[in-house]
């Protein structure tokens, strides 16, 4: 699972792109207060984990779409200093 091989700052990140906090995803999930942190301690259950697993599968698929692949130019503020 995507969840086992990630940092758990990373989730939480992804999270708090989403949903603005941990808190606000467990409250719009209808989750434990206590879920994602138990998911971090290994001790979880299967809708958390499913929860949890959406939001970090639709944040990689943002960041695929949203990569070109090119490289962005100078900084406004650096472009004029070269």
């Known amino acids: ?7 758990p700052e990373d ?7 989403r949903f603005g906090t ?3 995803f467990v409250e719009q ?3 434990p207060k206590t879920g994602v942190s138990d998911l971090f301690r290994g001790r979880t259950s299967k809708r958390v984990r499913d929860a949890v ?3 970090v599968r ?4 943002s960041i695929k779409l949203d990569d070109s692949g090119k490289k962005a130019g100078a900084h406004r503020k650096s472009a004029g200093a070269q």
């Open 22 to 24: 941990v808190g606000q």
């Open 29 to 31: 999930n209808g989750l």
């Open 53 to 55: 697993e959406a939001v």
């Open 58 to 61: 639709e944040q990689r698929e």
């Open 11 to 17: 989730i939480k990140a992804a999270i708090r792109k």
């Open 1 to 7: 699972m995507v969840v086992d091989q990630m940092h």
